[in-house]
């Protein structure tokens, strides 16, 4: 129903930046609300952002606010995830996923494949 594929990730040093990007396709996927997750190595996977289907309602953990910041943009049916001031800690695999409700993490139910994010100290 609906197809996510991340990409743009890659290796970085701390105190740096990168940007995500991830694509969707399918039925009334700009309905959705999409968002980022990330999971580290021994780590549940844990909701890093989230944004509304319309663009108007956001969503961060703690540990990213005023570092990332989430867009989208449904004429490109396109998620991005711009990653400032990176840390070590922020290094895991980094998954687009689409849902129903901005910013609870439970209600999202479809996944891209995921890119990796490392940042080096």
């Known amino acids: 129903q609906v197809q996510l594929a991340e990409s743009g990730g890659g290796l970085v040093q701390a105190g740096g930046s990168l940007s995500l990007s991830c694509t969707a396709s399918g039925r009334t996927v700009s309905s959705y609300a999409t968002g980022w997750f990330r999971q580290a190595p021994g780590k549940e996977r844990a909701f890093v952002a989230g944004?509304?289907?319309?663009?108007?309602?956001?969503y961060y953990t703690d540990s990213v606010k005023g570092r990332f910041t989430i867009s989208r943009d449904n004429a490109k049916n396109t998620v991005s995830l711009q990653m400032n001031s990176l840390k070590p800690e922020d290094s895991a695999i980094y998954y687009c996923?689409?849902?129903?409700?901005?910013?609870?993490?439970?209600?999202?139910?479809?996944w891209g494949q995921g890119t990796q994010v490392t940042v080096s100290s």
């Open positions: 944004v509304s289907w319309n663009g108007r309602s956001t």
């Open positions: 996923a689409a849902g129903t409700i901005t910013g609870r993490a439970s209600s999202y139910n479809y």
